[in-house]
């Protein structure tokens, strides 16, 4: 089966280090979101790109966070810097609407900024 | 903007039925998801509704009524492996499609 591939896996920094996480989308797919979890806010969506062009980052905060496709095998979310607060499940997701409407989620990155 | 309501955590007996609810107000409406997470792992997407009425894949139906903002999941013969927490998602405009609006998720325990 197709999936979304993400690393790392788990993540440790302390806080003020640059943390980068990485997600390949599935092949074809032409819409990419990152979303993050936490047990207070649940699943918050924080930018998604089509066809590689940002679409909507307004979920996330602009001072630390920045989300790119360098190409279409990859996208990246670093935060820089890192605090506490942003110690989450980070998954990164893929679809395209002309392969259905489920989109698929990658195994996430849990991140954790002591 | 979107509001989405499920309960917290449901419990039922293998072999059960168990009926999850979800209620929504929103700006914009493009079709309503459910998804599944075992505790760990990532959501898995289970059905979509975009117009009114039952979709019925296996053990799991969903149905959908937009004039009330109302969804339910709908788990058949329950089975150890369906514990796990149901994330109800309310799809965004055509313009804006897959940005998906979760609610908080609804912990299902399926006891023996």
């Known amino acids: 089966d197709a999936r979304v591939t993400q690393t790392p896996r788990h993540k440790v920094t302390e806080m003020g280090q640059e943390v980068t996480m990485r997600c390949q989308p599935i092949l074809g797919h032409n819409t990419v979101f990152w979303y993050r979890q936490t047990m207070m806010q649940g699943l918050e969506l924080l930018a998604y790109f089509r066809n590689r062009a940002p679409l909507d980052d307004s979920g996330m905060p602009k001072d630390r966070f920045s989300a790119e496709m360098p190409d279409a095998t990859l996208a990246t979310l670093k935060i820089q810097p890192s605090e506490p607060r942003d110690s989450a499940v980070y998954f990164c997701?893929?679809?395209?609407?002309?392969?259905?409407?489920?989109?698929?989620f990658g195994s996430g990155t849990r991140l954790t900024v002591v | 903007g979107q509001n989405i309501d499920q309960p917290t955590e449901m419990t039922a007996t293998e072999g059960a039925i168990v009926q999850i609810n979800c209620t929504y107000q929103?700006?914009?409406?493009?079709?309503l998801f459910w998804y599944q997470q075992h505790a760990g792992e990532a959501p898995t997407f289970l059905s979509y509704?975009?117009?009114?009425g039952l979709e019925e894949k296996g053990r799991f139906s969903s149905f959908l009524s937009r004039s009330k903002g109302y969804s339910y999941l709908l788990l058949k013969e329950l089975q150890m492996k369906d514990s796990a927490s149901y994330l109800c998602a309310v799809g965004g405009t055509t313009d804006s499609w897959g940005k998906l609006q979760f609610g908080a998720g609804t912990q299902v325990v399926v006891t023996p």
């Open positions: 997701a893929s679809g395209s609407r002309n392969q259905g409407w489920g989109y698929t």
């Open positions: 509704n975009v117009l009114d």
């Open positions: 929103t700006s914009g409406f493009n079709g």
